[in-house]
T-cell receptor, first 114, second 110 residues
Framework: DSGVTQTPKHLITATGQRVTLRCSPRSGDLSVYWYQQSLDQGLQFLIQYYNGEERAKGNILERFSAQQFPDLHSELNLSSLELGDSALYFC?????????????FGSGTQLSVL | ELKVEQNPLFLSMQEGKNYTIYCNYSTTSDRLYWYRQDPGKSLESLFVLLSNGAVKQEGRLMASLDTKARLSTLHITAAVHDLSATYFCAVDPNGYALNFGKGTSLLVTP
């Protein structure tokens, strides 16, 4: 158990809908990362937050947004969902948000858009 | 565009054999990371290589980094079934986000 908690584990929804994925980092970790894993694109970095502030942005679509709250949990919001958004979404956390430290990954949220 | 290429993408090997997985990347980076993912599971950090010439070993796995050649290797010694998993390498050219390779799916058979 990495100590990173993601909910829900599975999510099935329809095209055009909006969903929210939640992540609680390990105790003491200030940084949260979101990754998308799909068969065709592999693991893609979406966005990183550190202590409530956005720090880095990757291949995140405009339909997607995220935030990190004062209690350090993070939410990833996906809207106007398309079939191609079906993927496994991972959250990871680290202490200070530099990649020379180990990242701890949650178990992921499997999103299926039908 | 940063490219992280792993070779091979699929590997089936017999127990007891040795093999090497290669990871090439296209941009300057002093750091490289190896992660393991079991089927249906999350990613687990294996090695964090922070400088040229770094070598780290854990059990039957040994990772090395040559930043001049932009190459990292993950060597498997005397493979056992428990090593069956997908192995990812990743680099972080900007120090903030990991860019992963496609992964190498390893199957160790009796």
């Amino acid at each position: 158990d990495s100590g990173v908690t993601q909910t829900p584990k599975h999510l099935i929804t329809a095209t055009g809908q909006r969903v929210t994925l939640r992540c609680s980092p390990r105790s003491g970790d200030l940084s949260v990362y979101w990754y998308q894993q799909s068969l065709d694109q592999g693991l893609q970095f979406l966005i990183q937050y550190y202590n409530g502030e956005e720090r880095a942005k990757g291949n995140i679509l405009e339909r997607f947004s995220a935030q990190q709250f004062p209690d350090l949990h993070s939410e990833l919001n996906l809207s106007s969902l398309e079939l191609g958004d079906s993927a496994l979404y991972f959250c990871a956390s680290s202490v200070v948000g530099r990649t020379n430290e180990k990242l701890f990954f949650g178990s992921g949220t499997q999103l299926s858009v039908l | 565009e940063l490219k992280v290429e792993q070779n091979p993408l699929f590997l089936s090997m017999q127990e007891g054999k040795n093999y090497t997985i290669y990871c090439n990347y296209s941009t300057t980076s002093d750091r490289l990371y190896w992660y393991r993912q079991d089927p249906g599971k999350s990613l687990e950090s294996l090695f964090v290589l922070l400088s040229n010439g770094a070598v780290k070993q854990e059990g039957r796995l040994m990772a090395s980094l040559d930043t001049k050649a932009r190459l990292s290797t993950l060597h498997i010694t005397a493979a056992v079934h428990d090593l069956s998993a997908t192995y990812f390498c990743a680099v972080d050219p900007n120090g903030y986000a990991l860019n992963f390779g496609k992964g190498t799916s390893l199957l160790v058979t009796p």
